[in-house]
């Protein structure tokens, strides 16, 4: 029996398909005792994420710092415990690394700012290209999102950071996971596989 449950990080630009690949993976449910949550959260701490991201020009230090309390926050309410196998998480502190750093504020200040939460051990980094993200992208009717007009700037910060990814996170294993053409049941299925498999090699 695991000493602790396996955390997973699921990443990627927007518009990938994060949230709509877990949701799929809730359907089909092949992951045992498995609990998902989602970064910002739900609570007063995830609120004041999604109010600051409307203001334009915030440095990214009083960014990734919110976003670093709403992580050790949540899991001071909710801590990880063993009664749960895995906790899959719809982004984590790789989006902070990749989203929330510059010349300004470095990927080693995000480090030290999250010293209090637990890492993942393991990232699923979905990945697609340039084209798919766009046609993604104008499929959807509810572009609200303050950061929509920069989906293409996120994407290709993704691809530039997460080769280096070893550097910040030495202890996190990353799969590449490519969603091109692919329905969510199918990518679910793959990334329920990999952490599955991940997991069992834990027992």
């Known amino acids: 029996m695991n000493k602790r449950p396996l955390i ?11 949230s709509t690949t877990i949701e799929a993976m809730k359907e089909i449910d092949l992951l045992p005792n498995c609990k998902y949550k989602k970064q910002p959260s739900m609570l ?39 009664k749960s196998s895995i ?33 993942p051990d393991m ?25 929509d007009e920069n989906f293409l700037h996120w994407h290709r910060m993704y691809e530039e950071k997460m080769p280096k990814l070893k550097q910040w996170l030495p202890q996190t294993t990353v799969y590449e996971v490519w969603v091109d053409e692919k329905p969510p049941s199918v990518i679910a299925k793959q990334v329920s596989y990999i952490i599955f498999h991940a997991w069992s090699h834990l027992q």
Not at 8 to 18: F, M, Q, S
Not at 92 to 111: A, H, L, N, R, Y
């Open 123 to 147: 990232v699923i980094w979905l990945r697609c290209t340039e084209k798919t993200l766009r046609e993604r992208r104008d499929s959807r009717r509810d572009l609200v999102d303050p950061f």
């Open 8 to 18: 997973v990080a699921i990443e990627g630009g927007d518009y990938v398909g994060k």
């Open 44 to 82: 007063k701490t995830g609120q004041l994420i999604k109010t600051l991201l409307l203001e334009k020009d915030l440095p990214n230090s009083i960014l990734a710092t919110a976003y670093a309390l709403d992580r050790a926050y949540q899991e001071h309410l909710f801590p990880h415990n063993s």
């Open 87 to 119: 906790y899959v998480y719809d982004r984590s502190i790789v989006s902070s690394i990749v989203m929330q750093t510059d010349k300004s504020f470095t990927p080693e200040e995000v480090m030290q700012i999250n010293k209090s939460s637990t890492l």
